[in-house]
């Protein structure tokens, strides 16, 4: 217990530096163009409601969502400029999620300066004009004065909701504080959670009451108040983000950048990568949590240059295939097909499978007697099937569905560790389950037999960036690699990370691999 | 009565709003130095009259001069400046205290600070205010302190012109009375042309030299108060807006007199 909050603190600078550059960022540029904004939809109804609705519309969609479709967006857009002026940009981490959140910004700061300036007394302001301001002087010494406690009010809104989404910046590769929040769930390391979700409510709970004084400040016209708040909110400032100086002075040669999806077996697997690069002395720079399809994608681009993938991923979501000719065919015509199509190496696969499959409880199945898929198409009316977030919208499902025509009473999708939860106190009957996940021979589960051959193989393998393809140090490191890893080893290392009482950090579990 | 050349010249004004006339065709010449009150009901034009003297409104068709100059030949703010306005909401700026309330249009004028503060110094004497109350917010004034510091504002840029629009009408009797009395000594002492609106006849009939009557967006009857009262005006409408403050001024007289 003591040792993970040591290891999870340890990591505090870097996660909440890069946490406060992010949501003052964000802030900062949503401030720039929510308050002319705010001004002009002040002065022109028909823009206020225009830019209102807009806002607003902006804010209905998922906080986590609105991040994830800007990283589609930027690819589209560097793949333009690279082509146009000759060089990309990242699209992925610092800039999607600077976009998302300086939009997620905007709302209540435009809301506010709009009302504010509404409810400028009509007599103050006719006064105003009475005793001879221009529109500009009318807008700066008198509007903006006293529409500034509602403005500032926004404000701290507005900076309360950046601290707080701004954790969701983890899945598009932006290290924050959310890195704590979704590695820990996906782990089960509650410590780490807790320390995510402590660290960004302390931090929006203090630049909130850093913003209130200034407010107060401003608005008593008490020049000490407002000023320890901007001295407070600069000191902080500076406090965080020092930590980052210093990671950045370090970055002496460019780095490999390894890449993992956003569950256990990743992070294991891209510590062991990690240390193999590291060990023949380069540098590595990780980009942990990334969805599934940004994944991909990200590596195509070069913005990762190497992560693990599955074969029947890969060939039913890259390729777009949704036949199964057989393990070793995938693996041979996805070698030829991803370099086709988009330059990418399969380097080598691992030698386990993390395959799809249905799972259910020992004594579940055997008291239904289901054994395989074809068993459960025929019991499936009264049974519940848990999936993981992603599972039904996969064509492994479309295919197996079909294959099979499972029916099922209820579908309930959960985040992996609850599904699993979920399994064990009843209320799911079957699941979604990966074969190498460690829980299955700990939790005494059974996986369903497929004997249609519609679940298709989910070989691991190293995938390299185009821009990678002939680095011969990233190469020799990853190679050796090749067939190294059964799958009882890993579902060994997984569960490692996994289990509830004496859980070890994805790193020491990497370890365990090389042995 | 009025010079062709007078210094404030209202040519045939016209006022639409979707639609609706306001103003039909009003036309007034002021002289330097005159104190003239615009009587009349409500929507009779009066205040929007007044503010196309100082362009917070712009005709729909006419013109307003000053001083031969059409007031639409510079921009609003600076001709406003030259201008003082005060108005039954007074509109002071509620997060400045009263110096800066006061030494408003001299610093958009860019006036040097220690003639803005001397300024201020003398116009709260002008208007009967302590000048300790310099350093308050408008909020901590009473209703009749407030407006005579809305009165001090709008003369302290040297204006030659004070137009003022219901200015007495929030406040209490005592007070409106003693603050006219200033008002109109302020006008003979700084030799100023004032132009004020009020539906309060008996105050216009006291204050000022010459009573303008207004009906429906047209000017009714243009003379003195002792003219008005002396029932030369044939028109009902005139009669009976001056009739009332003089029954109850001869009611009183009686009551006074035994």
């Known amino acids: ?515 | 009565m009025t010079a062709p050349n007078a210094f404030i010249v209202l040519e045939q004004i016209g006022k639409t709003y979707d639609g609706a006339a306001v103003l039909t065709g009003a036309s007034l010449n002021i002289d330097q130095g005159q104190f003239v009150a615009l009587v009349g009901g409500s929507g009779a034009g009066k205040t929007t009259l007044l503010k196309t003297i100082n362009a917070l409104i712009v005709p729909t068709t006419g013109r307003a001069l000053i001083d031969g100059q059409d007031v639409a030949a510079q921009p609003g703010s600076a001709l406003r400046r030259r201008i003082g306005y005060v108005f039954q909401e007074v509109g002071l700026f509620p997060h400045m205290t009263v110096a800066q309330n006061i030494g408003i249009t001299p610093s958009l004028l860019d006036w040097p600070a220690e003639r803005i503060a001397a300024r201020i110094d003398t116009l709260l004497d002008l208007v009967a205010l302590p000048r300790e109350l310099a350093a308050r917010l408008p909020a901590e004034l009473s209703g009749g302190q407030r407006q005579r510091v809305g009165v001090a504002r709008a003369l302290a840029a040297e204006p030659s012109i004070l137009l003022m629009d219901e200015p007495f009408g929030a406040l209490d009797p005592v007070t409106r009375v003693a603050l006219a009395q200033d008002v109109r000594h302020l006008h003979d002492a700084l030799n100023l042309t004032t132009v004020m609106v009020t539906h309060d006849v008996g105050e216009a009939l006291l204050t000022a030299d010459r009573i303008v009557v207004m009906a429906a967006g047209a000017i009714i009857a243009d003379d003195t108060p002792a003219a008005l009262l002396s029932g030369a005006h044939a028109d009902p409408r005139v009669a009976a807006l001056i009739d009332a403050p003089r029954r109850q001024a001869e009611k009183l007289a009686r009551l006074v007199h035994g």
């Open chain 1, 1 to 515: 217990m003591d040792d993970r909050l040591h290891q999870a603190l340890a990591l505090l600078p870097e996660r909440l530096g890069w946490h406060v550059a992010l949501s003052a960022a964000a802030l900062a540029l949503g401030l720039l163009i929510a308050l002319p904004l705010g001004v002009l939809a002040a002065r022109h109804p028909r823009l206020r409601w225009v830019s209102l609705s807009l806002a607003g519309l902006v804010q209905t969609i998922p906080s986590l969502a609105l991040l994830a479709l800007f990283f589609p967006l930027l690819l589209l857009l560097s793949g333009l400029s690279e082509r146009v002026l000759g060089h990309g940009f990242s699209a992925l981490g610092f800039l999607p999620s600077l976009l998302a959140l300086t939009l997620y910004s905007m709302l209540p700061i435009l809301r506010n300066t709009a009302a504010g300036l509404t409810g400028v007394d009509p007599a103050v302001v006719e006064a105003a004009r009475g005793v001879g301001m221009t529109d500009r002087q009318r807008l700066w010494r008198v509007e903006l004065p006293l529409a500034l406690p509602v403005i500032m009010a926004g404000v701290r809104t507005a900076a309360v909701w950046t601290i707080g989404a701004a954790t969701l910046s983890t899945p598009v590769g932006q290290t924050s504080l959310g890195d704590y929040i979704f590695s820990g769930l996906q782990t089960e390391d509650w410590v780490a959670v807790l320390v995510g979700c402590a660290a960004s409510a302390v931090l929006a709970m203090v630049v909130d009451q850093l913003l209130g004084l200034i407010e107060n400040g401003v608005g008593r016209r008490n020049r000490r108040r407002w000023i320890a708040g901007a001295a407070g909110l600069a000191i902080g400032l500076v406090a965080a983000l020092s930590p980052l100086a210093g990671v950045a002075l370090s970055r002496g040669q460019p780095s490999y950048v390894i890449g993992a999806k956003n569950f256990s077996e990743q992070y294991v697997l891209a510590e062991l990568m990690a240390m193999r690069v590291e060990a023949r002395g380069g540098r590595v720079e990780r980009k942990i949590n990334l969805g599934s399809a940004v994944a991909y994608r990200a590596l195509a681009a070069g913005e990762i240059d190497a992560y693990v993938d599955y074969s029947g991923t890969l060939w039913a979501n890259v390729l777009g295939r949704k036949d199964n000719p057989g393990r070793q065919a995938v693996l041979d015509q996805l070698r030829t097909g991803l370099k086709d199509r988009d330059g990418v190496v399969l380097l080598a696969p691992l030698g386990f499978e993390n395959a799809y499959a249905l799972a259910m409880r020992r004594d579940r199945a055997e008291s239904l007697g289901i054994r395989t898929l074809a068993d459960l198409a025929a019991k499936g009316g009264s049974l519940t099937m848990g999936g993981d977030l992603e599972f039904f919208s996969r064509p492994e499902w479309t295919g197996v569905e079909q294959a099979y025509g499972l029916k099922f009473k209820a579908r309930r999708q959960f985040q992996p560790t609850f599904m699993y939860r979920a399994l064990a106190s009843g209320e799911a009957d079957v699941i979604s389950a990966f074969s190498s996940d460690g829980r299955i021979a700990a939790d005494d589960l059974v996986l369903l037999g497929d004997p249609k051959g519609a679940l298709p193989p989910y070989d691991a393998v190293i995938l390299i960036s185009p821009k990678r393809a002939g680095d011969r140090r990233l190469i020799s490191a990853l190679k050796p690699l090749a067939g190294s890893i059964d799958v009882k080893r890993m579902q060994a290392a997984n569960y490692a990370v996994d289990r509830d009482a004496g859980k070890v950090s994805a790193a020491e579990a990497a370890k365990m691999l090389t042995r």
